[in-house]
């Protein structure tokens, strides 16, 4: 079984920053990709950032030069970094995790969500 973690969420100002963590436990054997995906109230889940287990990263158009997407390996965690965050970052944040288990059988894990909320 594996669980992830999610915090680091909370309330801030326009133009304030937040760091969100996301840490991934259990029968894990590798970590092919771990990323951020948010869903706003009425709108689609969207991914923000990803990174892959060679380092690439991907970013959604809205959040290129605020957020920036680092893993700390020892620790399966994974972090983002968003600065100079806009009202319009309001979502709830869900991390996600790609997984090779100990049975060599590839899964998907959803975190169970942190609440972003940027004021004007």
């Known amino acids: 079984q594996v669980q992830l973690v999610e915090s680091g969420g909370g309330l801030v100002q326009a133009g304030g920053s937040l760091r969100l963590s996301c840490a991934a436990s259990?029968?894990?054997?590798?970590?092919?990709?771990m990323g951020w995906y948010r869903q706003a109230p009425g709108k689609q889940r969207e991914l923000v950032a990803v990174?892959?287990?060679?380092?690439?990263?991907n970013y959604a158009d809205s959040v290129k030069g605020r957020f920036t997407i680092y893993r700390d390996n020892g620790k399966n965690t994974v972090y983002l970094q968003m600065n100079s965050l806009k009202p319009e970052d309001t979502a709830v944040y869900y991390c996600?995790?790609?997984?090779?288990?100990?049975?060599?059988?590839?899964?998907?894990?959803w975190g169970q969500g942190t609440q972003v909320t940027v004021s004007s």
């Open positions: 996600n995790v790609q997984i090779t288990s100990t049975a060599r059988v590839a899964y998907d894990y």
């Open positions: 990174i892959r287990s060679g380092g690439s990263t």
């Open positions: 259990g029968s894990i054997f590798s970590i092919n990709a």
